[in-house]
């Protein structure tokens, strides 16, 4: 199956700083590759699918790179409803497969 | 709108079964495929499931292969899990999500324990 390493597993920042969240997959899934936010007692929201395009309604400070191995995902300038984990996601090959996440909690 | 309601979880002993249900409503249900979606307590998503929008192709993970079932009832918008042989480790809040992925329930709590 396609392992999906995130990094880091924690990032901690102030509100109005920048994020880089990395998604490293074991082999190539082209561009098949989307981000979710999911907050405390919250179902997973999608936030980035083919590694780029924003979901309806996701603001314009989350954008997402990459393609391969290699994926980001960017949020501009971070806001307080923005502290949350993040889960990276490879459609590419079955099954379908899941990063373990990076927590972005506050500073 | 768009939703999806999970419902059938609950305390189970292991080796036992029990059937999630996923009933949608707010969109085409007969036109996407869909998927179910764990999470155990603490841990990250860990994905089960998919079924296409006829039945025609499903897909499973290796953990639960050869245990859990996935189906759906296109006329009456309700998409299934069977769970056979349940163990400790399937304990997990069990999510339904469209085959998009824009769109998840919230999620179903199956607790197997004796």
């Known amino acids: 199956e396609t392992v999906l390493t995130q990094s880091p597993a924690t990032l901690s920042l102030s509100p109005g700083e920048g994020a880089t969240l990395s998604c490293r997959a074991s082999q190539s899934v082209n561009h098949y590759l989307a981000w979710y936010q999911q907050k405390p007692g919250q179902a997973p929201r999608l936030l980035i699918y083919?590694?780029?395009d924003r979901a309806t309604g996701i603001p314009s400070r989350f954008s997402g790179s990459g393609s391969g191995t290699d994926f980001t995902l960017s949020i501009s300038s971070v806001e307080p409803e923005d502290f949350a984990v993040y889960y990276c996601q490879q459609r590419r090959f079955w099954p379908i497969t899941f990063g373990g996440g990076t927590t972005v909690e506050i500073k | 709108d768009v939703q999806l309601v999970e419902s059938g979880g609950g305390l189970v002993s292991p080796g036992g079964s029990l059937r999630l249900s996923c009933a949608a409503s707010?969109?085409?249900?007969?036109?996407?495929?869909m998927n179910w979606v764990r999470q155990a307590p603490g841990k990250g998503l860990e994905w089960l499931s998919n079924i296409d929008y006829n039945s025609m192709d499903t897909y499973y993970s290796d953990s639960v292969k050869g245990r859990f079932t996935i189906s759906r009832d296109n006329a009456r918008n309700l998409l299934y899990l069977q769970m056979n042989s349940l163990r400790d480790d399937d304990t997990a809040l069990y999510y339904c999500?469209?085959?998009?992925?824009?769109?998840w329930g919230q999620g179903t709590l199956v607790t197997v324990s004796s």
């Open positions: 707010g969109f085409a249900f007969t036109t996407y495929s």
């Open positions: 083919d590694a780029s």
């Open positions: 999500a469209r085959g998009d992925w824009n769109h």
